[in-house]
């Protein structure tokens, strides 16, 4: 940026002064920490259009309160400086314009704007913040719209460990709920009684939530800070919306976690208070499940498919009906789960019931007798396992794209890439192509070059290729030709086929220095090197692109050269564009595996917290399973069992369950795996990997899970037991 002193865009001055020569320069006070930069020290910089130039570092800046902006590297000139070194002397990238008191800012935009070109906009001050505010917002949204994707899918999976609670708790409660009937309570009466503690318990959890969100919010920021995103400070914005939000969907979930339970506990019978024992009906109820499970799974198979198979003339993209499809399928396999909780159960719990023999056993037939309790349990399990394999699918399926591409043929012995990872468009000097060419240890090189553009006002990336790139870079077919021309472009064959290009389709792309300019379509290509690519000569990108920068150089050695020896030949050639870095295709390699790795940390953790709340609901239910079949442990101590074996016996159990409700999430995260993968087939998504372990961990979480009420059931006081009611 250029700094003046009557500046109003936010810096502001923490040490020394503002640049006005130039030889001066100053920094944000970020970069001076992270660097040990002084006020009075030279620095070296490096522009496109500049070779390295030293510099007297003459003031460190703030960014308001903050020490940059989002974590961002500013070097800060006065007009006329940066003006050279960006090749605009002479122009302005805007402008900020104060009106004497008094004057009317809508009267003063009307005689400026007759002053400017077409391709500048006047606006006011408000609107400008309040764009720009709306920018950066737009800009987070993904943040929000990350974080919220994650609090529903705990949400969804708390929905079904509150119903089940519910669930067991109205079944052990039925002689209480009977007693209250055979007094005179109507059944509206006990469901309004049951939802009235749903709305209870659901209020307090959902206070406590909230002050426990505020306080992850505190870790979260200090977490982005502690990756470098240096946010301005202030304090975090608490309003009333987010707590009266929190608390209404809170309490709304539990109410309706609650609500099937309470219908149940409404129809409890009188007669049931007189009775030990009530045994209800399983195989009828499960009837009209069957029937709501198949119609629902059928409706989100249908969307699935229609986004995998339908073109789709206009409105949402396919990927978007997939998902919706994925989402709607997560249900009514939900519902039909307690339909295959026997025969799957019963088979899962074989091999315990022939390792530990009678607790393995008694084990087994627990999961097998209440296949309700079974498929809700595995049910909160199913949706977390499931999305932790959908991403373990997409993260190695990346890795197979990128050693797909890597492993394609590519004729070069060593890359040259910016330093910068995050903007696609960063580059370094062409004069290091220049000096490669002229060193006796590399034989041949060709460079990528990227630039942004408008196609139908959507901005997208176009690339200049060098006419060798397909010596470097082979295709698996080719309509037309790659010899592009001054006005030719090369396309990738799915690019095409979106946007219903063909050969000889005129193009019209807009740039930022040169306008709207018309291109051919000239050669359409496919292959993974190709991918998502429009391309076109390197004289139409200078011609449209000012100053060029090459994004990536693939380098040949020459004949005798050893790796070792090239690629020490070629990091001196660049030792004085810090912009550039050199790898050799296995370095190359071992970053993307990493930033695909950290990437897929961030997001099993994320939904490591559902499957954590599944783990959590496990050892719920296995707790009330307990308490619920007091009498029936305390007989089974009384005729002999010992501690150890009602240990087995309960996290046998939670193992058995653990493991159905993984078996069933493995299968539905591959499935939806393929059928997104199949989605963004036209994204360069061609390899389908299925990575394997899910099933172990888990069934070894749901024996730690279980931990707890086993050694709850193994305490228990065998006589007060047998006359538990």
């Known amino acids: 940026f250029n700094w003046e002193e009557n500046d109003t865009e936010g810096f502001v001055v923490r040490e020394g002064r503002i640049p006005t020569g130039p030889g001066e320069v100053a920094i944000d006070a970020a970069t001076a920490r992270a660097f040990g930069f002084t006020v009075g020290q030279t620095i070296e910089i490096l522009t496109p259009a500049t070779p390295v130039r030293q510099y007297e570092l003459v003031g460190i800046a703030g960014f308001g309160e903050a020490d940059s902006l989002g974590g961002a590297t500013f070097a800060l000139f006065d007009l006329q400086t940066i003006q050279r070194l960006i090749e605009r002397e002479g122009e302005l990238s805007g402008a900020s314009i104060q009106v004497v008191p008094g004057a009317d800012v809508e009267v003063v935009i009307g005689r400026i704007v007759p002053m400017l070109g077409d391709d500048a906009v006047v606006e006011s001050g408000q609107s ?11 800009a987070l949204a993904f943040f929000n719209t990350f974080l919220l994707t994650f609090g529903f899918i705990a949400l969804f999976v708390g929905t079904f460990i509150i119903a089940n609670t519910f669930r067991i708790v109205v079944t052990q409660r039925t002689r209480e709920l009977a007693l209250f009937r055979a007094l005179g309570a109507t059944s509206r009466q006990v469901n309004l009684m049951v939802l009235a503690e749903a709305v209870v318990v659901g209020a307090f959890a959902s206070a406590v939530g909230i002050v426990a969100g505020i306080g992850l919010a505190f870790a979260l920021r200090a977490g982005l800070e502690a990756f470098g995103i240096d946010l301005p400070t202030g304090p975090l914005v608490i309003t009333p919306r987010t707590i009266l939000v929190g608390m209404v969907v809170g309490v709304v979930v539990t109410v309706a976690s609650a609500i099937l339970p309470a219908r149940r506990a409404s129809r409890v019978p009188p007669v049931a208070a007189m009775s030990q024992d009530l045994v209800r009906p399983r195989r009828r109820a499960l009837r009209p499940r069957a029937l709501t499970g198949t119609i629902v799974t059928s409706l989100g198979l249908a969307a699935l498919f229609f986004g995998l198979f339908v073109k789709i003339d206009g409105g949402p993209p396919e990927i978007a009906y997939v998902g919706l499809g994925a989402a709607i399928t997560f249900v009514g396999v939900a519902v039909l789960s307690p339909l295959i909780a026997r025969p799957v159960a019963g088979a899962i719990g074989a091999p315990f019931a022939r390792l530990l023999r009678v607790p393995g056993r008694l084990a087994q037939q627990n999961a097998v007798r209440s296949p309700r309790r079974t498929s809700a349990t595995a049910s909160a399990l199913m949706i977390g396992i499931a999305l932790v394999t959908l991403a373990s699918i997409m993260a190695a399926s990346i890795r197979a794209v990128v050693d797909e591409v890597l492993d394609m043929g590519v004729e070069a012995d060593l890359i040259v890439r910016s330093t910068n990872d995050f903007d696609p468009t960063a580059g370094f000097t062409p004069e290091l192509g220049v000096r490669v060419a002229a060193d006796p240890s590399f034989s041949d090189g ?15 990336f176009v690339s200049s290729f060098a006419d060798n790139y397909t010596d470097f870079f082979p295709y698996e077919a080719l309509e037309g030709t790659t010899t592009l021309g001054a006005g030719g472009l090369l396309v990738d064959k799915g690019v095409a086929e979106t946007r219903e290009w063909a050969l000889e389709t005129v193009v019209v792309l807009t740039f930022e220095d040169t306008g709207p300019q018309s291109f051919t379509v000239v050669g359409i290509a496919s292959g993974p090197a190709y991918s998502g690519v429009i391309a076109m000569s390197e004289t139409a990108y ?14 040949v050695l020459a004949d005798g050269v050893t790796l070792e020896e090239g690629k020490a030949a070629l990091e001196t050639l660049a030792q004085d564009v810090p912009t550039a870095q050199v790898q050799t295709f296995d370095e190359l390699r071992t970053d993307a595996e990493q930033q695909i790795n950290q990437l897929l940390g961030l997001i099993t953790g994320l939904l490591g917290l559902a499957v954590l709340i599944s783990l959590i609901g496990v050892t719920n239910t296995m707790t009330l399973s307990v308490i619920e079949r007091t009498r029936e442990i305390g007989l089974l101590r009384a005729v002999g069992m010992d501690r150890r074996q009602t240990r087995r016996m309960i996290r046998s159990e939670a193992s058995i369950i653990s493991v159905f409700g993984s078996l069933l999430g493995v299968v539905i995260g591959i499935f939806f795996g393929w059928a997104i993968l199949r989605a963004l087939e036209s994204q360069g998504f061609t390899t389908f990997v299925i990575p394997v372990g899910s099933l172990v961990a888990t069934g070894v979480l749901g024996i730690v899970f279980a931990s707890l009420p086993a050694w709850r059931a193994s305490k228990l006081n065998v006589l007060e037991a047998i006359a538990y009611e």
């Open 128 to 138: 400008a913040a309040e764009e720009q505010a709306a920018g950066i917002q737009e």
């Open 446 to 460: 060709t460079r990528i070059r990227v630039g942004p553009a408008l196609i139908d006002d959507d901005e997208t």
């Open 542 to 555: 200078e011609a449209n692109f000012g100053t060029p920068t090459d994004a990536q150089l693939y380098v």
